[in-house]
């Protein structure tokens, strides 16, 4: 029996039977239209995408990546403080550049962050973090959560989902609390404050938990599904963090955020780069039902035949 794109990827999560195995090029190839023509509008131009992308369309599974929460929406980067506490400050093109300049309001002091856009690349470049030494640290903290769920609006979830149909499934991005933090400032920083003032970090990644819990369960209440993925996990994995590190500071709050996926019927995807090879078994322990990237060296740590010989026995899909 030829099964649909929703049947095959919902059978390889549940570790059925499946007539192929799905194929997931990732959200450019399954997007629908452009959201920004500075870094989307190549898409309408360059013929080999477009028939890439008609192929995908008409013969593969459609993952279609919803990202009005992560990375850059509700559940934003800057410690996913209220997006009424985050407003465009400055906009201007520089050459093939679009740089933007963002006014974060606490109630200690404004802080400003800058990121640039380069023509026809859709990664944003942060050039200014927020945070820039300890009191500001201190100042994006003190941000409550007080209308956090305000402006949330996730309608148009619905609308792709019935595009996609029978095709594919919808998955949902958040952040795992810990990137929110980490990208809050320059990274070389954040590295040194984690071993200098582990307390500040602490209180920074718990406070981001408490903003992006009533997030998650908002949108499972809302009936987003079926596939959660959780954003940024590859930020405290060795050597840059210890398993120390991410134990307590990833893996015991995606541990509870994926409780809360599966109490609503749907699946915990972990996005994770780089070395995952020692922090793998506790991915397993947290419930995790897909995983992506698996990437051997020199991207990675482990091979996909060493992952897969790691995870046997466990409901965990790798891609």
């Known amino acids: 029996m030829v099964m649909t794109g929703k049947q095959r990827i919902l059978n390889t999560l549940m570790g059925k039977p499946v ?22 509008s190549w898409m309408l131009e360059d013929k080999n995408f477009l028939s890439v992308k008609q192929y995908y369309w008409e013969k593969c599974e459609i993952f279609y ?106 998955m949902m991005l958040i952040n795992t609390p810990m990137v929110t933090v980490s990208s809050s400032f320059h990274f070389e920083d954040y590295l040194v404050h984690t071993i200098t003032e582990p307390q500040l970090i602490s209180e920074m990644i718990h406070a981001a938990y408490e903003r992006i819990k009533p997030l998650l369960v908002f949108c499972m209440g809302e009936g987003l599904g079926p596939v959660v993925r959780i954003m940024g996990s590859e930020q405290a994995t060795p050597p840059m963090a210890s398993k120390e ?50 990437e051997a060296p020199p991207s990675g740590d482990i091979t996909f035949s060493e992952a897969k010989k790691q995870t046997a026995g466990a409901s965990l899909t790798l891609a």
């Open 65 to 170: 990546e919803y990202k009005n929460l992560s990375p850059y929406g509700f559940c934003n980067r800057i410690a996913s403080v209220p997006k009424q506490f985050v407003k465009v400050e400055e906009q201007k093109y520089i050459g093939e550049k679009k740089q933007i300049r963002y006014k974060v309001t606490t109630s200690k002091k404004a802080l400003f962050f800058t990121e640039v856009y380069s023509k026809n690349v859709a990664t944003p470049w942060l050039v200014e973090p927020p945070v820039k030494n300890l009191e500001d640290a201190k100042a994006l903290l003190s941000v409550t959560a007080e209308g956090l769920l305000d402006e949330v609006d996730v309608s148009d979830f619905f609308t792709v989902q019935s595009q996609i149909g029978d095709q594919g499934i919808m």
């Open 245 to 294: 590190f991410y134990e307590q500071f990833v893996y015991r709050f995606e541990k509870e955020m994926i409780d809360i996926i599966h109490s609503y019927g749907n699946y915990a995807a972990v996005h994770c780069h780089g070395n995952i090879k020692q922090v793998l078994p506790y991915m397993i322990q947290a419930g995790v039902d897909l995983l992506d990237p698996v």
């Open 19 to 40: 007539d192929r195995v799905p194929l997931w090029l990732m959200d450019t190839f399954a997007s629908i239209g452009i959201t920004d023509p500075w870094t989307d």
